[in-house]
């Protein structure tokens, strides 16, 4: 790729990263949709074991996921420059946004109107959320020891208000000990060909 079509590439990544944090509401979560359907779906860049990979390691790290996450995209497809510009397209607007509530909201906040635009964009956020996580179950949990810590996980820190840092700990700690006492699970292609020579 010559350095011009380089430098199309890394704009139009700014561009697409700009807008992705202009237009989400709700924080990183509710960019994390986005990003996938971004990465994944429309780019090719990353598969959707790399993306959760990518979810998992943005909340794993200090930071806000969505700062994560885009860091990781950008990093994973050009480098350290494609890592700073993505990280300043979707950092930038909520730095312009707010600037912009701290010079003119007191003079706004009680119009019932704003107060009405605030109700919607926390119901969407909140839809934005949810549509995330549920993808992400759908991709990340494959069987019941998953099931198990998501749902142990879960209750802990809603019910029982344990600090989401520890949850991570424990997490990662309880999978790595599954995977060393877990008898390894056979690859398809090696069921099938013992199906195969069964039936000789």
Not at 35 to 40: C, G, I, R, S
Not at 70 to 97: D, E, N, Q, R, W
């Amino acid at each position: 790729m010559t350095s011009n079509g380089k430098a199309l590439e890394l704009w139009k990544m700014f561009i697409a990263f700009f807008k992705m944090g202009l237009f989400t509401i709700g924080g990183g979560l509710a960019m994390i949709p986005l990003m996938q359907k971004y990465a994944v779906d429309d780019q090719k860049w990353l598969t959707e074991e790399e993306m959760v990979d990518c979810i998992a390691i943005s909340y794993s790290v200090p930071g806000v996921v969505a700062i994560n996450a885009a860091t990781f995209i950008g990093k994973k497809k050009y480098g350290m420059t494609g890592a700073v510009i993505a990280t300043l397209g979707v950092t930038l607007p909520s730095l312009f946004c707010i600037i912009a509530i701290v010079l003119f909201l007191g003079q706004i906040e009680n119009n019932k109107y704003v107060q009405g635009a605030f109700v919607g964009l926390t119901a969407a956020a909140c839809g934005l959320i949810a549509n995330a996580m549920v993808r992400l179950a759908k991709q990340s949990i494959k069987n019941v020891f998953g099931w198990i810590v998501a749902i142990c996980s879960f209750a802990a820190i809603t019910l029982f208000n344990v600090n989401a840092i520890l949850v991570i700990v424990i997490s990662a700690v309880s999978g790595y000990v599954y995977m060393r006492l877990a008898p390894a699970e056979k690859a398809p292609d090696a069921e099938a060909d013992d199906g195969e020579e069964d039936g000789r």
